[in-house]
């Protein structure tokens, strides 16, 4: 080393004093720019007499120079909160250092380090605010759950919501602060393999935390009912427990819809919170038992009194319609009197148009989904009897555009909203998606000239909807290939389109066969309200059909439009593409053996109508008709095919739906 010189190695003693005592760059950063090692230049150093430097000395001197904290300029008490605060990695960025050296400053100051979880533990109050308790109790009564780290003596909330209650779920993460940490996006797989979105959080591991625990769980970690229920209830808990569970029930006699809190606290302890809270409030409540147990509020305008206020305005839906102009955040001006006219419309400027657009939105998520209403008795009958007196004729190709009995089947079944296409959205989630329904308006008031409730429904429908098989057609079909009083089978019976057609045609008995309970409860609330007006035999029955008990030889007629596979998304864990995940596995679990129970099931001479279509997912085609043709040869007589058409009204495109016929063979 000693017969080096900077003219071999270009270190001289400016350059070496400027680097090492201006730029505070350490012997082996200086090493690196002329190919030297520490040592090397630590030689250098002493050969040309530089001071050494020790590490907090050049830490404090590059802080200085480029408006960092300046290590050597903080006290003890500082430093100890700042690092109660920040921690040693952030504060190793605040002061341009090593996080070694923030460890050996802690330690020379005579700090105690501690754990991280430690650390954040000081960071967070000694005791939770009182509306804090509140939302924590209302929330672990509904959707929120604890989970308790016994080592540590300390426990953690968390919960999680879909899209459309993203904003209550920031609500809530809010007023949990400094307790909880971000809200974060969290996707679920299904059993279905569908992935399911939405959001949620927790928060930090804290011992505040386990007295709720031991509220709410026993010794195994199964959640019970509080018996502190009677002193910690109260209207902003109520609300909370509401918003989680609770939801409107929605019937003939009640058509702005009851409050109704779902549980799965025993039978026992709903009776006991049902004679608090009517002791407590006088609400009048009482148990109703569902799939879960419930409780149904009786004194509505006492219950909206009490919660009105903690209402978030995500959650608007779930108040009662003539409720909602009630609460606080919502403002009658604009609301009310909303109404559209389309000379005014292309008056008004750009901004002028996206603040009505808005006002718009504003109002129909006051109001709530416009779903149908069945409750006007003259315009159900009415609907009925135009199905009955409809003029539509079969012809090879068929206009899907007569819609008569269309509506009366669809108020029957407020979920047939929330159903969709693989890979789209349902009317619902885009109704409460406000960017969209802002498109979704403007393109109503563009096309249409019209925000009417028939409208938007028609037009949410078109992002990912689904529809219903017309009654009319149902009924022409009927009279055409069943005899008078004669038996006729649905395998998959739906929404109710072909239930209305036969109480309209000439045959006798109707059996309806559904994968979906909800479906079936709405059938079975047409045939209650049908039986009125005809004098038939309705059976209606929850099953997969290709699991159902039937005779052979007894029907004279089966008509259906099954499930094409999961090209539509239906409820319920027994439907087809639940049951069977890959097309080939649907295809021969659940299509051929509707095939084949249909074709047992028919009388000599009997007829068997079948609606199905190709479909394409994930960019590969599905031939569901060739497949169901190729299965269905030589095994009946194959007697015309129709053709559904359904034009798109932007495109004018036709898209095509086949109506199969067979007849048995003698």
């Known amino acids: 080393m000693g017969q080096l010189t900077h003219k071999k190695h270009g270190l001289d003693k400016e350059n070496l004093k400027h680097f090492y005592c201006e730029d505070f760059l350490s012997d082996a950063e200086i090493g690196k720019k002329y190919s030297l090692t520490d040592a090397g230049v630590g030689y250098l150093r002493k050969k040309y007499n530089i001071k050494t430097i020790n590490a907090e000395e050049r830490i404090s001197g590059r802080a200085k120079k480029s408006g960092l904290r300046d290590i050597l300029n903080i006290t003890k008490d500082q430093l100890e909160k700042m690092y109660l605060d920040l921690g040693m990695n952030k504060m190793a960025k605040m002061f341009g250092c090593s996080k070694i050296l923030i460890k050996r400053k802690l330690l020379?100051?005579?700090?105690?380090?501690?754990?991280?979880?430690?650390?954040?533990?000081?960071?967070?109050?000694?005791?939770?605010?009182?509306?804090?308790?509140?939302?924590?109790?209302?929330?672990?009564?509904?959707?929120?759950?604890?989970?308790?780290?016994?080592?540590?003596?300390?426990?953690?909330?968390?919960?999680?919501?879909?899209?459309?209650?993203?904003?209550?779920?920031?609500?809530?993460?809010?007023?949990?602060?400094?307790?909880?940490?971000?809200?974060?996006?969290?996707?679920?797989?299904?059993?279905?393999?569908?992935?399911?979105?939405?959001?949620?959080?927790?928060?930090?591991?804290?011992?505040?935390?386990v007295e709720f625990y031991k509220m709410f769980y026993d010794e195994n970690g199964i959640k019970h009912y509080p018996d502190c229920f009677v002193d910690l209830i109260n209207p902003l808990s109520l609300a909370v427990w509401y918003l989680d569970d609770g939801g409107l029930s929605v019937g003939k006699s009640n058509k702005n819809g009851s409050y109704l809190i779902s549980s799965s606290f025993s039978r026992e302890s709903l009776e006991e919170i049902v004679e608090i809270l009517n002791d407590k409030y006088d609400l009048n409540a009482e148990c109703r038992e569902r799939e879960l147990n419930a409780i149904m509020i009786g004194n509505k305008d006492g219950f909206f009194n009490l919660i009105k206020n903690y209402i978030h305005d995500s959650m608007v839906y779930k108040i009662s319609l003539n409720h909602r102009f009630s609460l606080p955040s919502i403002s009658k001006s604009n609301l009310v009197d909303l109404k559209f006219d389309l000379y005014?419309?292309?008056?008004?400027?750009?901004?002028?148009?996206?603040?009505?657009?808005?006002?718009?939105?504003?109002?129909?998520?006051?109001?709530?989904?416009?779903?149908?209403?069945?409750?006007?008795?003259?315009?159900?009958?009415?609907?009925?009897?135009?199905?009955?007196?409809?003029?539509?004729?079969?012809?090879?190709?068929?206009?899907?555009?007569?819609?008569?009995?269309?509506?009366?089947?669809?108020?029957?079944?407020?979920?047939?909203?929330?159903?969709?296409?693989?890979?789209?959205?349902?009317?619902w989630e885009v109704f409460w998606n406000k960017n969209k329904l802002c498109k979704v308006i403007n393109d109503c008031i563009k096309y249409k000239n019209n925000v009417s409730a028939s409208i938007l429904r028609s037009e949410l429908r078109t992002f990912g909807g689904v529809v219903n098989f017309r009654p009319v057609v149902a009924k022409s079909l009927y009279d055409k290939y069943c005899p008078v009083g004669g038996?006729?089978?649905?395998?998959?019976?739906?929404?109710?389109?072909?239930?209305?057609?036969?109480?309209?045609?000439?045959?006798?008995?109707?059996?309806?066969?559904?994968?979906?309970?909800?479906?079936?409860?709405?059938?079975?609330?047409?045939?209650?309200?049908?039986?009125?007006?005809?004098?038939?035999?309705?059976?209606?029955?929850?099953?997969?059909?290709?699991?159902?008990?039937?005779?052979?030889?007894?029907?004279?007629?089966?008509?259906?439009?099954?499930?094409?596979?999961?090209?539509?998304?239906?409820?319920?864990?027994?439907?087809?593409?639940?049951?069977?995940?890959?097309?080939?596995?649907?295809?021969?679990?659940?299509?051929?053996?509707?095939?084949?129970?249909?074709?047992?099931?028919?009388?000599?001479?009997?007829?068997?109508?079948?609606?199905?279509?190709?479909?394409?997912?994930?960019?590969?085609?599905?031939?569901?008709?060739?497949?169901?043709?190729?299965?269905?040869?030589?095994?009946?007589?194959?007697?015309?095919?129709?053709?559904?058409?359904?034009?798109?009204?932007?495109?004018?495109?036709?898209?095509?739906?086949p109506i199969f016929v067979w007849k048995n063979k003698i």
């Not at 967070?124 to 109790?137: A, D, N, R, S």
């Not at 059993?191 to 959001?199: E, H, N, P, Q, S």
């Not at 709530?368 to 004729?393: A, H, Q, T």
């Not at 049908?530 to 029907?555: H, I, P, Q, W």
């Open 108 to 209: 020379d100051s005579k700090i105690q380090l501690i754990d991280k979880k430690t650390r954040q533990r000081g960071k967070l109050p000694e005791e939770f605010t009182i509306e804090q308790k509140q939302i924590l109790f209302g929330s672990l009564l509904g959707d929120g759950c604890i989970r308790i780290n016994e080592k540590s003596d300390s426990a953690r909330f968390s919960e999680g919501h879909c899209d459309l209650q993203r904003g209550y779920l920031e609500w809530k993460q809010g007023i949990l602060l400094p307790f909880s940490k971000p809200i974060k996006r969290e996707r679920k797989t299904l059993d279905d393999g569908r992935v399911a979105l939405g959001y949620s959080f927790r928060t930090h591991f804290h011992p505040l935390f």
């Open 344 to 427: 005014e419309w292309h008056k008004m400027s750009e901004n002028e148009r996206e603040s009505h657009i808005s006002d718009l939105v504003d109002y129909w998520h006051v109001f709530g989904f416009p779903c149908l209403d069945w409750y006007n008795k003259k315009n159900r009958m009415s609907d009925i009897e135009s199905v009955k007196m409809s003029e539509f004729k079969l012809s090879d190709k068929i206009d899907v555009g007569y819609t008569q009995g269309n509506s009366y089947c669809l108020s029957n079944f407020p979920e047939f909203w929330k159903v969709k296409r693989y890979g789209k959205q349902s009317p």
């Open 487 to 657: 038996r006729i089978l649905d395998p998959c019976a739906g929404w109710g389109g072909r239930l209305l057609g036969f109480y309209c045609s000439d045959a006798g008995e109707y059996v309806g066969i559904d994968a979906c309970s909800d479906t079936i409860k709405g059938l079975k609330h047409m045939k209650t309200i049908l039986d009125r007006t005809e004098d038939k035999k309705v059976s209606l029955n929850y099953a997969m059909f290709e699991k159902f008990n039937l005779g052979c030889d007894e029907f004279d007629m089966v008509f259906t439009s099954p499930p094409y596979w999961k090209k539509e998304l239906y409820f319920g864990e027994l439907q087809s593409h639940k049951q069977y995940k890959s097309y080939e596995e649907w295809v021969g679990n659940f299509l051929y053996k509707l095939l084949d129970k249909s074709i047992k099931c028919l009388k000599n001479e009997g007829v068997f109508v079948l609606n199905v279509a190709d479909i394409i997912i994930d960019n590969k085609k599905y031939t569901i008709e060739q497949d169901v043709l190729n299965y269905m040869d030589g095994k009946m007589q194959f007697e015309h095919v129709y053709k559904m058409i359904n034009k798109n009204f932007y495109s004018n495109k036709e898209r095509c739906e």
